[in-house]
């Protein structure tokens, strides 16, 4: 028995998605002007896996209480100072940046006296001390995986459709990505590895979107070759866009939960993940889809001679 709320979406639907793409292009084109301002004035909120910092691994005889050990942290006068669960409900990890003033050394040493202090019977079980040098590699790896993902699939669509569907979902791509990070600039959101994770989800999510809007067109194409590409594009639209409600409900739902429940541990990660599935949904309609009408398509290479269908009216 399907879900009785289901039952509320239109089956059938007569939007004309290219009617709006010149005022999506406007807010697109402005979005993006808003982030690079943002990536020049301020710039991202990068965390010490990027900055560099301290790692300490602890372990409390009771369960890890983790808002006194971030308290605590804060009265000690540490910079970005992170804590969380980690492996065993006892042990916690904790994440901060050096001072300015000291050695990293004497600085480890002075936290974990307090923390002694404070915590009786406290264990430190690992430190870890993350230079400048190391974080900068790490970002530069982080970003050249993101190229590398992107490449790999203009390469897929490519091969799978034709070079102006490539170009258009690899643009889509760029617009979400560039948008997502404004969106952590201009909120001052952590940057840490765990955003990149989140990216690399949301280029996926973003190109399985791509490729279903493309299938669908594809097949389209096919049955109406004499109507005008616009129309096949609304139509196309129209067919798929219950799935994309459900699919893209359903992620946000997921993603809700982790929201509210998992933390400011999770807070980066669902945040970006969270904006990436809205805009990639948006940019499948309203980027790579444009692209494909600027630069049209070829319909007199595919093997289905149906070009006496007709595009069927409300």
């Known amino acids: 028995m399907a879900w009785p709320l289901i039952k ?29 301002v943002s990536f020049a004035t301020q710039g991202l909120n990068l965390g010490i896996d990027f900055k560099g910092g301290t790692l300490i691994e602890v372990v409390t005889p009771g369960a890890a209480p983790l808002g006194e050990l971030r308290a605590e942290l804060g009265r000690i006068g540490v910079h970005d100072a992170q804590v969380q669960g980690f492996g065993a409900p006892n042990a916690a ?16 040493e002075r936290i974990k006296q ?9 264990q430190f079980k690992r430190v870890e001390v993350v230079g400048p040098k190391v974080s900068g590699e790490l970002f530069r790896s982080g970003f050249m995986a993101l190229g590398v993902a992107i490449f ?44 990149i994770a989140a990216l690399l989800t949301v280029i996926g999510y973003s190109m399985n979107e791509k490729v279903i809007t493309f299938d669908r067109l594809r097949e389209n194409l096919r ?22 409600l459900i699919t893209g409900t359903t992620a946000l739902l997921a993603l809700s939960g982790a929201f509210f429940l998992g933390g400011s541990a999770l807070h980066s990660l669902v945040v970006t993940m969270m904006f990436g599935i ?7 309609v309203y980027v790579a889809l444009p692209v494909i009408l600027l630069w049209g398509v070829r319909r007199g290479d595919d093997a289905e001679p149906t070009g006496k269908a007709k595009l069927a009216r409300p």
């Open 152 to 195: 790999l699939m203009l390469i897929y669509i490519w091969f799978r459709f034709q070079l102006q569907f490539g170009l258009g979902a690899v643009l889509a791509v760029f617009h979400d990505i560039v948008l997502t990070l404004g969106l952590l600039s201009v909120l001052q959101i952590e940057f840490a590895m765990t955003s």
């Open 8 to 36: 509320l979406l239109p089956t059938h639907t007569h939007f004309k998605f290219v009617s709006f793409s010149p005022i999506a292009a406007v807010i697109s084109a402005i979005l993006l002007i808003a982030s690079c």
């Open 93 to 108: 990890m904790l994440r901060f940046r050096p001072t300015e003033q000291g050695s990293a050394v004497e600085e480890i």
């Open 223 to 244: 049955k109406y070759r004499k109507t005008p590409l616009r129309d096949v594009i609304d139509l196309s639209e129209n067919e798929r866009l219950s799935r994309t």
């Open 278 to 284: 809205l805009i990639g949904t948006y940019s499948s």
């Open 114 to 122: 307090q923390l002694s202090k404070t915590l009786p019977g406290i």
